[in-house]
């Protein structure tokens, strides 16, 4: 029953409708006796939200591509200490601010981005199926952005080779003996999800010819379909029943 359920899931939470939410209005009832109480106890009431979600809520969600990604390849970084770092369409809220605490990051996106505050965000749009010219670093990051590249979600021109030729170009940045992190979804299998993603095959980027001739992978981590990570694993032994993982890619330019 779940297999059919969730996909469901998916399509309502896509319309627009929060099942979560919905399911909530059981609260309805606490949430109206505790409003009596407070008044009761002498509480002043200036404006009332009706918030019932959260009683079901726990301190926090602590996995998922995201969580994950966003702290692994910071701390990645951290570590390494590059000269330059630029980040290529990666979450701004997560990642983008995660390396902005410790040292400065260029963004590279195709969408535009309000001037920062932050000394450490520096910003640039740019289309990365387009060569970026007199662009170059020794570390380069593009976390959960390929698959989207060509799909035309995010107002990018549709094109069918457009995730081959964004990481094309993410290799012509990156200099000799430079770093390339590189996040997509995985499964057991390539497939196209109009307009959302693409999905790859664990092994498909060893094909990309830039990737073949040019980079060494250094290691490769994984977030499963339930969230969890799992650190510095071979790319052949994601489980088979693989839906929609995580795959967490650090090459290194060898020419």
Known sequence: MKKFLKPLGLKILNLGLDLRKIYSFKHYLRYR????????????????FVILSD???SAGTARGHYFHQDLLIAKLIYDHKPKRHIDVGSRVDGFVGHVASFREIEILDIRKLEKSEHENIKF???????????ISTDSLSCLHV??????????????????????????????KNGRLYISFPVSKKDEVHFNAHRIFGANTIFDHPGIKSCMQLLRFDFVDDNGK??????????????????????FFKIK
């Open 124 to 134: 640039i749009q740019a289309d990365l199926m387009k060569l970026v010219n007199d």
């Open 146 to 175: 390929v698959e989207h590249l060509g799909l035309g979600r995010y107002n990018d021109t549709l094109d069918v080779e457009g995730h081959n030729k964004g990481i094309t170009n993410l290799i012509q940045m990156l200099d």
């Open 33 to 48: 006796k505790e409003k009596k109480e407070w008044i009761r106890l002498g509480g002043k009431i200036d404006k009332s």
């Open 229 to 250: 990570l799992h650190l510095n694993i071979n790319s052949n032994d994601i489980p088979k029943d693989t839906k929609y993982g995580c795959g967490i890619y650090t």
């Open 55 to 57: 009683y079901d809520d």
